[in-house]
């Protein structure tokens, strides 16, 4: 058995760069020209609004303390974790079935089972960062509700 893992030709490369390239313009533009707008003019008037028994503030900042990290956590879950259960499960980095961009040797046992071990880290202290936005959240409402807002236009 080689001890390296098999690599990317420059061909698939090249194809990869291509396309994570164009999904990385993609969402750029889309949160650049459609999404930052409009919750920019969401903030402005968000104390004007209740949804479903929930302020606009309310959403506002659960959404950015609490909803975010949860996303962001559920996110990198989705996408790394069945590779790092399977590294945890056969002890072996990079898997066998993986291609690799650069020569990189086959790594087993305790230290293969460091990454996952440190991802696993990092997504608790996302959720744990989550868990605290509830305060944090309940901290800025309360502060946004005494200070002085514009007023709303109801008609």
Not at 7 to 14: A, T
Not at 39 to 46: L, R
Not at 116 to 143: E, H, T
Request: with cysteine; hydrophobic share 50%; proline share 5%.
């Amino acid at each position: 058995m080689n001890e390296y893992a098999p690599e990317y030709s420059k061909r698939e490369k090249m194809v990869l760069f291509v396309k994570y390239c164009g999904l990385m313009t993609a969402v750029l533009l889309f949160t650049l020209f459609y999404f930052m707008p409009r919750f920019m003019n969401f903030i402005e008037v968000a104390h004007c609004f209740d949804y479903a028994g929930f302020s606009g503030l309310q959403i506002l900042f659960y959404g950015l303390f609490v909803a975010a990290p949860l996303s962001l956590l559920l996110i990198i879950t989705a996408i790394e974790g069945p590779r790092n259960m399977q590294i945890m499960r056969l002890g072996q980095s990079p898997l066998p079935t993986e291609k690799v961009l650069r020569p990189t040797k086959y790594v087993y046992g305790i230290k293969a089972k460091i990454r996952p071990v440190l991802l696993l880290l990092a997504l608790v202290c996302i959720f744990v960062f989550s868990m605290r936005g509830v305060y944090w959240a309940n901290d800025f409402i309360a502060m946004m509700s005494k200070m002085e807002l514009t007023q709303c236009d109801n008609r």
